[in-house]
């Protein structure tokens, strides 16, 4: 079987290591880039890379121009390594596409275990269509469309939208949606996601409507009354 290609972006040859020491035990096939300039090039060439990870602070060019270069062609999952954990920066990846962060230092298991969950669930293909109020998702195809006209989604908006529908009517508090969207019980928080609904009400236009806030708690999907 082929082995899954991840490839690891940071200046720091010791942080590339470690990630694909621990990554490669894992069976894991990693490519390494040592600034964004080299990790556009490779991802152009490679064409088959599963997921990135990818360093904020770089020489040359800096996570947030790879991310935004990479995102104007592909959905790929990109795992944003930061250095700082502040609200502005996360809150500015998650408007240009990014899936997940992790702060530095990590623990390496973590990290291994948040990629297996991405993995898991961008390679999870269903031939499944789901729909409801006007909205079908192809889960198979990885698509959404609104009363017939496609929508462009972000992966973990994907996500979302599809954990939404699976649980109509359901009231799901934020930890239960980060438990299962997110994949980790003690990293994230509200923050996350709200965000993430707000772009993805945005996106679904009068169908947003159909997300509904239950304050202190968290959310629910109900197509209409």
């Known amino acids: 079987m082929e082995q899954t290609k991840i490839l690891v972006v940071d200046d720091e040859a010791r942080m590339r290591k470690l990630v ?3 990554l490669t035990i894992k069976g894991y096939q990693v490519i390494e880039a040592g600034d964004g300039e080299e990790a556009v090039e490779i991802f152009f060439q490679q064409k088959d890379i599963a997921l990135i990870l990818l360093d904020v602070m770089m020489p040359k060019m800096d996570g ?7 995102r104007l062609h592909s959905k790929v999952p990109i ?3 930061t250095a700082r954990g502040e609200e502005r920066d996360e809150l500015q990846g998650f408007d240009l596409g990014v899936d997940e962060y992790i702060s530095k ?3 390496p298991k973590i990290l291994v275990a948040r990629v297996e969950a991405i993995l898991r669930r961008s390679n ?4 499944e269509v789901m729909n409801v109020g006007g909205i079908e998702i192809n889960k198979a195809a990885h698509q959404v469309t609104i009363d017939g ?3 462009e989604l972000s992966y973990k908006e994907f996500e979302l939208l599809t954990y939404f529908v699976e649980n109509q009517g359901i009231a799901l508090s934020r930890e239960k949606i980060l438990n299962n969207v997110w994949n980790y019980d003690y990293f994230g928080d509200a923050r996350t ?12 236009g009068e169908k947003g ?3 509904k806030t239950i304050w202190g708690m968290g959310y629910k999907f109900e197509v209409g009354a």
């Open 193 to 204: 996601i709200d965000t993430h609904v707000k772009k993805l009400r945005s996106k679904l």
């Open 209 to 211: 409507d159909y997300i």
């Open 124 to 127: 999870h293909v269903v031939g």
């Open 105 to 107: 230092p990590f623990s």
């Open 149 to 151: 006209k496609p929508i």
């Open 20 to 22: 694909k020491d621990f």
């Open 79 to 81: 795992i944003m390594l």
């Open 64 to 70: 947030w121009e790879v991310l935004k270069t990479i």
